[in-house]
Structure formats: structure tokens, C-alpha cells
């Protein structure tokens, strides 16, 4: 494979907070080679009960069709655990995205983590 055209892992990293929902940052690209990464770590923390995500995007640099699904998929559970899935800081290329596959619409998209945190 051509290293120019192989995805940069994705790093997440869960911290649940005290307010009773959980931090998730996430770090690289989220496409179809690492989309899995994503789901699987949210999905285990939903699956323990913590239906309420706020997820940072600050630090994701590109979202393919892959990563679309993967947090139409996430919405979907926490709001079927009576939960939510918020995001905050994407990039604007990441936030584009989003926006032209009406991502937003479903998922509330927050400008920075601090405004994500005061609608809470």
C-alpha cells in the first residue's frame, strides 16, 4: 500500500465525568480503516450504562462516509438508552462533512468543548 494513502490510527481516550456522563476525545483520522476503533470503545461505554457522550472531534483531521455511520450509529444507541451524543470542535473540514450529509441535523455539533459542556 502506498504510505500516502494509508489512514493514521485514531486514538480515543473515555474519561467519565463526575457530572455523570463521559468524555471522549478522539485523535486522527476516523475513516473505514479506523471507524471500528471509535464504535467499539463508545459502544462498551454505553453498553455500561453511559448513554451520555460528549465527544471532542478537535483533533480529528478527516471523516469519511465510514466515520458519518459509525457516529449515526452512536446516536442511535445512546438515544435508545434514553442518552445523547454531542459533539464538539470539529474542524471545519470535519464539521463540513457533517453538515453535508445533514450529520448535524441528528447530532447537536458544538463550536468548542466548553460550549458542549454549558448545554449540558
Known amino acids: 500500500m502506498n504510505p500516502a494513502h494509508r489512514s493514521s490510527p485514531l486514538d480515543v481516550t473515555v474519561l467519565p465525568h463526575p457530572a455523570g456522563y463521559a468524555e471522549v476525545t478522539a485523535a486522527g483520522e476516523l475513516d473505514f480503516a479506523t ?38 450509529r452512536l446516536f442511535r444507541r445512546t438515544t435508545e438508552r434514553q442518552g445523547w451524543l ?29 460550549d458542549a459542556r454549558r448545554d449540558l
Open 86 to 114: 454531542r459533539v464538539a470542535a470539529p474542524a471545519p473540514r470535519v464539521r463540513r462533512t457533517m453538515e453535508m450529509a445533514n450529520l448535524d441535523r441528528m447530532i447537536p455539533v458544538y463550536d468548542t468543548v466548553a
Open 35 to 72: 471507524h471500528g476503533v471509535l464504535f467499539d470503545a463508545l459502544a462498551d461505554e454505553i453498553d455500561q450504562g453511559h448513554a451520555r457522550i460528549l465527544l471532542d472531534l478537535s483533533q480529528v483531521t478527516f471523516c469519511d462516509s465510514s466515520g458519518l455511520g459509525v457516529l449515526a
